[in-house]
């Protein structure tokens, strides 16, 4: 059994389109996050939410719409996409007690053309 | 705020070489620690971990790091390097305590193992 699944693995879509990702994860943990990762390979945080409940919301365009329909599922919607929107996107869990670290999702290849 | 920095955004070693792939860190509080590996088209995957028991921590694969408060460093290291560590490798800082919100990473290290 996958603990983080992401889908779809590979997405390529063009400019102006809506578009989503699907994390779910079966590990019981009460946060998850998204994290972006650029051609360089760094990592930033998009949103965390915590049962739901949305704790951080960095500063990504209100284009990208997260939703939590439960605490094993959180959801990235992005509306108009743009060129620079191309990434790979990370879905991860973790317990509250954040001294057990994250569990990745495999990620998603967003290309824009 | 929390922070950390890996130096060397590329390290490249012979195979039976030592490996040596430096973090420091910045945080207000006793932070937690993290290093992961994340393998070509694969998700970032937890090497080890400091939550302040141990000083020396040892993970999979062989790999340890040493946390030095003194030096405010979390130094990962394997004695001889192996063709199937080369990945890129990410040093996280966490605050301690629940609902802490977000694990800060670093920009990474790619670690190249040459036959």
């Known amino acids: 059994d996958t603990a983080v699944s992401q889908t779809p693995k590979y997405l390529v879509t063009q400019m102006g389109n809506d578009k989503s990702i699907k994390c779910e994860q079966n590990?019981?943990?009460?946060?998850m996050y998204w994290y972006k990762q650029d051609s360089k390979k760094f990592l930033k945080i998009m949103f965390s939410y915590n049962n739901k409940e949305l704790i951080i919301n960095e500063t990504v365009p209100n284009r990208f719409s997260p939703k939590s329909p439960d605490k094993a599922h959180l959801n990235l919607h992005i509306n108009s996409l743009e060129l620079g929107d191309s990434a790979v996107y990370f879905c991860?869990?973790?317990?509250?007690?954040?001294?057990?670290?994250?569990?990745f999702g495999s990620g998603t290849r967003l290309t824009v053309v | 705020a929390q922070s950390v920095t890996q130096l060397g955004s590329h390290v490249s070693v012979s195979e039976g070489a030592l490996v040596l792939l430096r973090c420091n860190y910045s945080?207000?509080?006793?932070?937690?620690l993290f290093w992961y590996v994340q393998y070509p088209n694969q998700g970032l995957q937890l090497l080890l971990k400091y939550t302040s028991a141990a000083t020396l921590v040892k993970g999979i694969n062989g790999f340890e790091a040493e946390f030095k408060k003194s030096e405010t460093s979390f130094h990962l290291t394997k004695p001889s390097a192996h063709m199937s560590d080369a990945a890129e490798y990410f040093c996280?800082?966490?605050?301690?305590?629940?609902?802490?919100?977000?694990?800060?990473f670093g920009d990474g290290t790619t670690l190249t193992v040459k036959p």
């Open positions: 590990l019981g943990h009460d946060t």
């Open positions: 945080s207000s509080v006793p932070p937690y």
């Open positions: 991860a869990s973790s317990q509250e007690d954040k001294r057990y670290g994250y569990t």
């Open positions: 996280a800082v966490s605050d301690r305590g629940t609902n802490a919100g977000k694990s800060t």
